[in-house]
């Protein structure tokens, strides 16, 4: 039995939305999604699932403001404290099992409501082993870039490719926050911040809300909708422990990857997908997770992106959509914008950003610092 | 229990043990502060309790007046209608008398908190606050009260601008 | 299900969360005879991070849960977590993605200094609720006395419930709370926090990790697995955010999630068809409460059949044989251990003291969570 995607609604992302509390932020994204599937949340959803972390949203249990916006008030609904896209596998896991036809899976963020969100990231560290260090939180990233641009002999200049990349596609994406015709030059000189990574290499954060429907292929054909097929979904988590993770690869990436293609039949990613959302929250990321998802060799990816290769008319474009670099660091919602974006490519609704014959996509996630555990997902287009 | 499990695992500590410094521990205060932006209706809706007044917001598909207002209808899931003012008076659904303040630490002088579902709003529709000018012995789920505000200078837009419900006296 | 394991309970644990997740997972598996390699993914089931003081808890404690290099999940839903994770764990496997499911749920309320009940601040609206700096305990005082005051329930009967709850727990090796000696008298004498809401009548902060494990059909024939209960009906729900427009009588979000497992578990007559029950009982009005919010009982009778000695372990419809959250403690998500543990262990025969005497073949537990708005409710048969 498949799983697809028959509607997705996104609010734009912005650095802050004042106007809008959190609900109504989520029921904007929810109304657009169910405009976009046709249906009635009253009526045709059998399940609702909302990825949030409590210390992202400053409550207790969020758990318990989610329902009404979403139109899950007596409704089943969860919430997994995880990446949107670790919320669609567990969609997924529902739809096949049978028991649920349509599901809904949301995701937000609302950084701008989190006065000390550095504050709120480090509170995820170990609190024995690392807490009393008193390192900024992004201390982990720095370090990280220092041993992956070692380990694969990846130059700085490599680095700010990604950065310009990402910031232009953002200026074709009407939802990016941060779109901007920044260039590679500008991204070397900025100032430095956790060695070797500088400020432009850090996306910035961003308020948004993405919600996506889904359905088994029953319940798609009979509310007469045209799915991007989720093929293949995969998951993990390396150790969380800093100290006995691995610093280079993003195996957490690599394993779930494994996973997905396994699922999606993809015995050869690099010829057999056409282009990738990753996760750039950090523009390092960008192209360890592509090494990581066998979409480039391991200490290519950094002379793959130089030379232009992942542009939006490259051989194989990524985050054409502008990334988190570009859009903005939407925390839980991240992995969830990047299968939309995929998915509206795969539908041919990418607008000014449409990508030609694209028929099978990757979106991937990393759950950000501290964890080590991401998400991927493969897409592709009907029937 | 089971013949399999012998050993039930946990070394039970006392609070003694970690005030006397027994137990290696770390300690922190996690940074974590926010601000919320209201939104559309909770903005409203304070602006309105600064006024001395309740308001809500209106669905005419389910023909509902709803309080606390929201600016979309979580049973028909379509965007609220209109804005309309309700009484400052209602019943009481349901309440507590309570020794205990937030921090769960004992007070001699009970608070007598509760629900009070209001008038010109649908039925059940309430918010919780303090009841007052009543004895733990008076007090009753049924009972008539009525918003005491704060004078208007003391307002701020926050439902403390309310001090308690009182019993609704019949003029 | 194929194995359990659980820490004791107690108010304060020297071992850490990832601790106390190692030693509830190594005996669930050592129970199914199992090891790590065997399972296929790992769902983590913990209530607010504010307890253990870290954020993004679920990462911190997966390599306690078995979780290294694993697809691990978690999931929070508030209180009704102690449940709704194996509904979560049973999904993993009934989707075919996974033969061999293990989940883990922790709790280590005794990190928050100075006392957890300062976490239960962050649980309100900010607007409506918080300016008002409501205790938790007000919440349950108010469904209590709307509850008692509805149907017209006397304390007594309420009191019982916790008398029988920490009496049952004298059989439960792990529990904080046990007494084979309370009374009713005793209940009903201690103080008052929250009227209605006396001290006997909550169960307090628990430090604790429980973990089960959860394989396909596929799995438990090919290895000859012997002790194993079905799980053969999920179900869960949420009541809209605003508490205070719902009439607390009666969860009707426990009522709705109960019926989905019913009809999935093809029970048509809960009454006749349920053996025996494990409802969340945090405190001891909510097993009443929730007793009808299963439809095991009428509104406003499940004091009567407590009062009949219907719910004793001996009666005809034992409910918290466990001897519950009241008797055993409370670390939230890890009560799936009374909740879950002990309908596997009931079903399997391994309850030791606490074995139902006569036979049982199904049995129905059930969570509650979040502002009185979350069910979560699973049926297990034998």
Redesign the interface.
């Known amino acids: 039995m498949r799983v697809g995607i028959i509607g997705i609604g996104m609010t734009a992302f912005r650095p802050s ?8 932020l989520m ?1 904007e994204a929810a109304s657009r999604a ?1 405009a976009d599937a046709a249906i ?3 009526e045709d959803v059998d399940s609702f699932i909302t990825c949030a ?3 992202y949203e ?4 969020f ?7 979403l ?12 990446d949107g896209l ?1 919320g669609l ?2 969609a ?3 739809i ?4 649920v036809d349509v599901a809904v899976v949301e995701a937000h963020s ?1 950084a ?5 969100l ?11 082993w690392n ?2 260090l008193g390192a900024h939180p992004f201390v982990v990233a720095g370090l990280e870039a220092d041993a992956y641009l070692r380990a694969t002999r990846t130059t700085p200049k490599a680095l700010a490719a990604v950065v310009a990349k990402n910031r232009r596609n953002g200026l074709r994406n009407p939802l990016a926050a941060y779109g901007a015709a920044v260039d590679a030059d500008q991204a070397m000189r900025s100032e430095e911040r956790f060695a070797p990574l500088r400020a432009l290499d850090i996306s910035n954060p961003a308020d948004g809300c993405v919600v996506l429907v889904l359905a088994s292929d029953r319940a798609a054909k009979k509310l007469h909708s045209n799915p991007v097929w989720i093929r293949g979904i ?8 800093l100290e006995t993770r691995d610093w280079t690869g993003a ?2 990436a690599r ?2 990857a494994d ?1 997905a293609y396994r ?1 999606a039949k993809v015995r050869r990613p690099a010829t057999d997908i056409d282009f990738a959302e990753v996760d750039d929250r950090f523009s390092y990321k960008e192209l360890q997770h592509l090494e990581a998802l066998g979409l480039a060799k391991k200490g290519e990816a950094g002379t793959r992106v130089v030379r232009g290769d992942y542009g939006a008319d490259g051989r194989f474009p990524v985050n054409v959509s502008g990334g988190s670099l570009g859009c903005g660091n939407v925390f839980e919602a991240t992995g969830l914008h990047r299968a939309a974006e995929v998915a509206l490519q795969l539908r041919g609704d990418a607008g000014v950003r449409q990508l030609d014959g694209v028929r099978a996509g990757v979106a991937q996630s990393w ?1 950000f610092i ?2 080590a ?1 991401g998400a991927v997902a493969v897409l592709g287009a009907g029937p | 229990m089971t013949a399999r499990i012998s050993r039930w695992p946990g070394i039970e500590l006392r609070a003694a043990d970690l005030i006397e410094g027994k137990v290696t521990q770390t300690r922190f205060r996690p940074d974590a502060k926010y601000a919320w932006s209201a939104g559309e209706a909770m903005s409203r809706f304070l602006e309105e309790l600064q006024n001395g007044r309740f308001i809500a917001r209106t669905c005419h598909k389910c023909e509902r007046i709803l309080f606390p207002p929201r600016m979309f209808c979580e049973e028909c899931f379509r965007p609220t209608d209109e804005w309309t003012f309700i009484q400052d008076t209602g019943t009481i659904e349901t309440f507590s008398v309570s020794y205990l303040d937030t921090d769960a630490k004992r007070i001699v002088e009970p608070i007598l908190v509760g629900v009070v579902s209001l008038d010109g709003a649908s039925p059940k529709m309430g918010m919780m606050h303090y009841f007052g000018e009543m004895t733990k012995e008076e007090i009753r789920i049924g009972m008539r009260v009525k918003a005491e505000w704060k004078p208007p200078g003391d307002r701020r837009g926050s439902v403390l601008d309310i001090r308690y419900f009182r019993p609704l006296r019949e003029d | 299900m194929i194995g359990a394991g659980m820490t004791l309970f107690r108010r304060r644990l020297q071992e850490t969360g990832k601790e106390m997740c190692f030693e509830a997972t190594k005996m669930a598996l050592d129970s199914a005879g199992l090891t790590r390699a065997d399972v296929d993914m790992v769902v983590c089931g913990t209530a607010p991070d504010a307890f253990d003081g870290v954020a993004m808890k679920g990462e911190y404690l997966l390599d306690g849960s078995g979780g290294y290099r694993k697809p691990c999940t978690r999931v929070f839903t508030g209180g009704g977590t102690g449940v709704f994770s194996t509904i979560a764990g049973w999904w993993h496997v009934a989707s075919g993605l996974a033969d061999v499911v293990l989940v883990v749920n922790e709790e280590k309320m005794s990190s928050c200094q100075p006392h957890p009940q300062s976490v239960f601040a962050n649980i309100w609206d900010p607007i409506l609720d918080r300016p008002l700096k409501p205790n938790l305990v007000w919440i349950f005082a108010m469904e209590m006395n709307r509850y008692m005051t509805v149907y017209g329930v006397k304390k007594e009967d309420i009191a019982r419930v916790a008398v029988k709850n920490k009496r049952n727990a004298v059989g439960h090796p792990c529990a904080q709370l046990a007494d084979p000696n309370i009374t009713v008298d005793d209940v009903l004498n201690s103080e008052v926090m929250a009227w209605p809401v006396q001290r006997l009548d909550i169960s307090p902060p628990s430090d604790g990790a429980s973990a089960v494990i959860l394989a396909s059909e596929d799995f438990i024939r090919k290895r000859r697995i012997k002790d194993r209960a079905w799980i053969s009906g999920v179900g869960w729900c949420i009541d809209s955010t605003m508490w205070t427009d719902r009439d607390l009588v009666f969860p009707e979000y426990v009522a709705r999630a109960a019926k989905h497992a019913y009809k999935m578990a093809k029970i048509d007559a809960p009454r006749r068809q349920i053996d025996f029950a494990e409802p969340y009982d945090p405190f001891d009005y909510k097993e009443l409460h929730h007793l009808e919010g299963l439809l095991l009982a009428d509104k406003g009778e499940a004091p009567v059949l407590t009062r009949e000695g219907v719910t004793e372990r001996d009666g005809k419809l034992p409910v918290c044989p466990s001897g519950g959250l009241l008797g055993v403690g409370n670390p939230i998500a890890a009560t799936m251990g009374m909740k879950i543990g002990e309908l596997f262990w009931q079903l399997t025969g391994q309850a030791g003291k606490r074995q139902i005497p006569h036979e049982v073949h199904t049995g129905v537990s059930q969570a509650w969570g979040d502002l009185m708005q979350y069910g979560s409710v699973v049926v297990m048969k034998g």
């Not at chain 1, 939305?17 to 109504?24: H, I, V």
């Not at chain 1, 995969?234 to 422990?241: C, E, F, T």
Request: a negative charge; hydrophobic letters at 30%; glycine letters at 8%.
């Open positions: 939305t004042p106007e809008y509390n959190w609900k109504e029921f169910y009635n949340p009253r972390e409590d210390y400053g409550f207790g249990i758990d318990e403001f989610v329902p009404d916006q139109g899950a008030a007596l409704r089943p609904t969860c919430t997994v404290s995880g670790q596998a567990n997924c896991m529902q096949q099992t049978g028991l609302k701008s409501d989190v006065v000390t550095d504050g709120v990231i480090e509170h995820a560290l170990d609190p024995i807490k009393p995969g998951w993990a988590s390396d150790s969380p422990s195996t957490y394993i779930a996973m699922l759950r501290p964890s555990t």
